[in-house]
């Protein structure tokens, strides 16, 4: 017998990306966002809901760009700070010593020392109340060397993501690998 | 100096969350979906994006309604297996050994053994080419006693849900705690 809970946004895993932007001063923002996803696979886009009143929400409705980059778990302080601060009045790439790249595709910058980066232009926006769903077509996927198998893959246990539990509002890291996609499913297919 | 690796869904942690819809025969269904996530707080909403050609997708028009049941790690199996079958020729729930429970709220079925489960009536239907993202309104979420913790809120680390990688197309448990969040960067922002 399952207990209710009441109506609220708990769901796992949710992930903590930093949006990154550009204001109406040319100044280099970034925001951490839970609420996010990837919503298309060809051509490859995300989507990441911004309340209206966020600095990010507009910058992105202005240069019609943002990109996403991956904070190490390493870097969970600084995630959570650029949660908390706002662009309007804090330099947040400042404050966490952490370097603003502009990206050579989009109209975006994103944060140098994160080890994997997404560069997107808009695609799409919903109106969904308080929240605005940006959905944002990938130009391209920027990862260090370091985190790369031998494949040229990117490996999840290199990059060290950082998922976010809501209701208890904790950072959890990636765990151990639980076993291969379409595959481990096989035995119940043809069984 | 980062690497390009293209225009690819490459971004971490994405979701395992299994979407159970009812079919046009009334029968139980369930579909693996990663490309998901919240999209709205108020009220609380997800977000998953199915291709047309999936039975889940003429399911969820018609009921318009779905659920979403979280797998602990111990079911990536059956996870798994939901996202290689197809609802059309197989009776997957029956298959993985998975009981399907009627939704008293929406009209849709979630699994049983499954330890967080989510209830949602379709809000909107976004277009995006082959893919179509589904925003449901969350009208209740239902957990297990054995899950919560002392103040009766959802345990990550004892509901133990799966995460995905893409490219690599890995599944991972969720890890350690790293933080709190709106916590731990506050050495920051009043640094």
Not at 21 to 42: E, F, L, P, Q
Not at 79 to 87: I, R, T
Request: hydrophobic share 40%; net charge neutral; glycine share 8%.
């Amino acid at each position: 017998m399952k207990k209710s809970l009441g109506a609220k946004t708990i769901v796992y895993p949710t992930p903590v990306w930093i949006v990154g932007t550009y204001d109406a001063d040319d100044k280099a923002n970034g925001m951490t966002a839970a609420w996010a996803g990837v919503c298309r696979s060809d051509p490859p886009c995300v989507a990441v809901s911004i309340r209206k009143a966020r600095h990010t929400y507009a910058a992105i409705v202005q240069r019609k760009a943002f990109t996403i980059s991956i904070p190490s778990e390493s870097y969970a302080t600084q995630a959570d700070y650029f949660g908390m601060a706002s662009g309007k009045t804090a330099d947040k790439f400042a404050v966490a010593g952490l370097t603003a790249v502009r990206s050579e595709l989009v109209d975006a910058p994103y944060v140098g020392e994160f080890p994997l980066v997404l560069e997107c232009g808009l695609l799409h926006t919903f109106e969904l109340g308080v929240h605005t769903q940006f959905v944002g077509r990938i130009e391209d996927v920027k990862a260090d060397q370091e985190v790369l198998d031998q494949r040229g893959r990117p490996d999840v246990e290199k990059i060290k993501p950082i998922s976010f539990a809501p209701e208890t509002s904790t950072y959890h890291a990636v765990g151990r690998p639980l076993g291969q996609a379409y595959s481990i499913g096989r035995e119940l297919k043809t069984g």
